[in-house]
């Protein structure tokens, strides 16, 4: 059982401490709901799990399946099983979806998947998301709508089939329906793979999509309390101060910080492929 075990975790940016101490430990099965008020470390957290250059970690340690998660490079985490769906997904420009998720296919694989294999997959995940039919000879992200770019996130999510997914407000910019689509797209990939998720969302409504085993809110760089998922319906109805009262802990208030992206991170599979 894929196990990830993140143990005093420190982690800053441009001299700036954002986790304190944290941890935290998601298998396989389990969807964890992380919570809490911007600028208090959640998109950090994940930045720092898969490799992100401008997070340094201070002190402490993040394992995938025993393994250290530190000395890894950003593709090796990705062949490791680990998975980031980005909150701002970036346009690459001149490489198409079918070539990007081919090669960041390959780049897990002994050999090259074959291509009616391939199609059939691709195919039947744009159409599990609903997507447009020509996605696969769109370049990546380019001209794509908010929700569209949400939507590839998953469409990646689906044909990488990984161990941990870690989905930073993939429900950000979708509507109603949009929303219900993605939510069972990820629920029928985790049944499917027993994967675990580790996902982001500031909403009720997208939690009861994908109802949580598992709910953390994160103050000032720490996990400060843990519950189920009644645990976001009080967080909805009376938000987060009598939390930060409860456990004497300050709610930061959000800084501008660099939005963590697809490029700043760097893709392990066009990386592997010499297609920068």
Same mark, same amino acid.
């Given at each position: 059982?894929?196990?990830?075990?993140?143990?005093?975790?420190?982690?800053?940016?441009?001299?700036?401490?954002?986790?304190?101490?944290?941890?935290?430990?998601?298998?396989?099965?389990?969807?964890?709901?992380?919570?809490?008020?911007?600028?208090?470390?959640?998109?950090?957290?994940?930045?720092?799990?898969?490799?992100?250059?401008?997070?340094?970690?201070?002190?402490?340690?993040?394992?995938?399946?025993?393994?250290?998660?530190?000395?890894?490079?950003?593709?090796?985490?990705?062949?490791?099983?680990?998975?980031?769906?980005?909150?701002?997904?970036?346009?690459?420009?001149?490489?198409?979806?079918?070539?990007?998720?081919?090669?960041?296919?390959?780049?897990?694989?002994?050999?090259?998947?074959?291509?009616?294999?391939?199609?059939?997959?691709?195919?039947? &995940? +744009?159409?599990?998301? *609903?997507? $447009? =039919?020509?996605?696969?000879?769109?370049? !990546?992200?380019?001209?794509?709508?908010?929700?569209?770019?949400?939507?590839?996130?998953?469409?990646?999510?689906?044909?990488?089939?990984?161990?941990?997914?870690?989905?930073?407000?993939?429900?950000?910019?979708?509507?109603?329906?949009?929303?219900?689509?993605?939510?069972? &797209? +990820?629920?029928?990939? *985790?049944? $499917? =793979?027993?994967?675990?998720?580790?996902? !982001?969302?500031?909403?009720?409504?997208?939690?009861?999509?994908?109802?949580?085993?598992?709910?953390?809110?994160?103050?000032?760089?720490?996990i400060v309390l843990s519950g189920d998922a009644d645990l976001v319906n009080r967080i909805d109805k009376e938000g987060y101060d009598w939390v930060a009262k409860e456990y004497g802990v300050a709610i930061v208030k959000e800084a501008k910080t660099r939005p963590v992206t697809s490029t700043t991170i760097g893709t392990c599979a066009v990386k592997e492929r010499g297609m920068q």
């Amino acid at each position: 059982m894929s196990t990830l075990t993140i143990t005093n975790l420190h982690v800053e940016i441009a001299g700036k401490e954002i986790l304190k101490g944290l941890d935290l430990t998601v298998s396989a099965g389990e969807i964890h709901a992380l919570m809490g008020p911007n600028g208090n470390g959640k998109s950090t957290l994940l930045a720092a799990i898969m490799g992100h250059p401008a997070y340094t970690v201070t002190q402490g340690t993040i394992e995938f399946d025993g393994e250290n998660v530190l000395e890894m490079e950003v593709n090796e985490r990705a062949k490791a099983g680990l998975f980031l769906g980005m909150q701002y997904p970036q346009e690459v420009a001149g490489v198409t979806n079918s070539d990007f998720m081919k090669a960041a296919l390959n780049a897990r694989r002994d050999s090259a998947i074959p291509i009616f294999t391939f199609i059939r997959q691709l195919d039947k &995940a +744009i159409a599990a998301l *609903q997507m $447009k =039919s020509d996605l696969a000879h769109r370049y !990546v992200n380019e001209g794509f709508s908010g929700g569209e770019k949400k939507r590839n996130e998953i469409l990646q999510m689906i044909l990488l089939e990984p161990k941990l997914a870690m989905l930073d407000e993939i429900d950000s910019g979708l509507d109603v329906d949009a929303m219900k689509i993605v939510a069972q &797209a +990820i629920l029928d990939q *985790q049944v $499917k =793979s027993q994967m675990g998720l580790l996902i !982001v969302s500031h909403y009720e409504r997208f939690y009861q999509l994908i109802p949580p085993t598992h709910v953390h809110i994160l103050l000032d760089g720490r996990i400060v309390l843990s519950g189920d998922a009644d645990l976001v319906n009080r967080i909805d109805k009376e938000g987060y101060d009598w939390v930060a009262k409860e456990y004497g802990v300050a709610i930061v208030k959000e800084a501008k910080t660099r939005p963590v992206t697809s490029t700043t991170i760097g893709t392990c599979a066009v990386k592997e492929r010499g297609m920068q």
